[in-house]
């Protein structure tokens, strides 16, 4: 297991190692990886998610347990941390709804790809497509919703902004393309070899590039460590797998599907967050600081859950 540890989390460290130093000498700006990011999400992905739903059994499609797992997963812990920060600790809705999404939105296409890809091979992807599907159809749409609230423009405008969000979502080719697969593996439609092999090939590179752009985006974060940033960080690498654990359990899951439920729980905080918070102007350094920390961390927890869950 520790062979397997280190071949899967010292590739990734080097990637992200390099794209830090490309940062940080200023070899790319801010433009560049912006450029950089819509590369991956827009024409990179796509084809990688694609051919991996084209290459996933049927009965896994058919099989309603998956997408239960994520749902109950990932939006769980959300409404938990939601609830909590707002009614408990009596945070302001845009504070408690930015930190939900600091501690239940895991960074799946800039972070999971690579370590469960590294780990599983393409069978990770449909369980990447299925869980990075709740965030893109639910998490943002709710959460821009529930920030125009907080900023005061009332039920109708939140109503609209959801509805415009989520249609957006749609739109994006890393949501419409793996489920135009998915529609056509359920149909029992023959796919040739030579279209999946063309869109591996040019959804390879997804890997790499997406650690890359991670070390640029860690280049470029103002650190200022405070408790509250250590209580976040704890709970979205610590807390959050845990839930998802309890989650698979719940459902009955084993084998590889729970561990890559799991291990995409402990993967840290998606990088959208602190979009999130520099658009309304609110926890722009804690934000920016727990996306850094969550990276740090977890070089120590996600060995601990590749460990853990190794016998499930």
Known sequence: MLGTIVTTLIPVAFVMFLGYMAGRRNFF??????LLTKLVLTWLL????????????RADLLDYKIPLIFLVGLMGPYLIVLLVCRFVLRYDLRVATLKAGLMAFPDMVF????????????????????ANLVPSLIIVPLTSVLLELGSGKGARG???????????????????????????????LRIPQVVITSLHLIG?????????????IIAEEKVRMSVAVTADTLFKNLAH?????????GFGVTGDLARQAILLAAIPSAVITTMFAEQYGILTSESSTTILATRVLAFATIPIVIELTQHL
């Open 111 to 130: 972070m999971g790809i690579p370590i469960l890809h590294q780990l599983f091979g393409p069978s990770s992807l449909y369980s990447i497509l299925v």
């Open 204 to 216: 390879e590179p997804t890997t790499g590039l997406s650690l890359f752009v991670v070390g640029l």
């Open 241 to 249: 797998p845990a839930a998802m654990l309890a989650t698979v359990l």
């Open 46 to 57: 796509p084809p990688l998610l694609l051919s991996g739903i084209l290459e996933t059994p």
């Open 158 to 188: 939140g109503s609209h902004v959801f509805v415009k969000t989520l249609a957006g979502a749609i739109r994006e080719p890393r949501v419409w393309a793996p489920l135009l697969g998915a529609v056509l593996v359920i149909l029992n």
């Open 29 to 34: 700006q801010v433009a560049d990886r912006t």
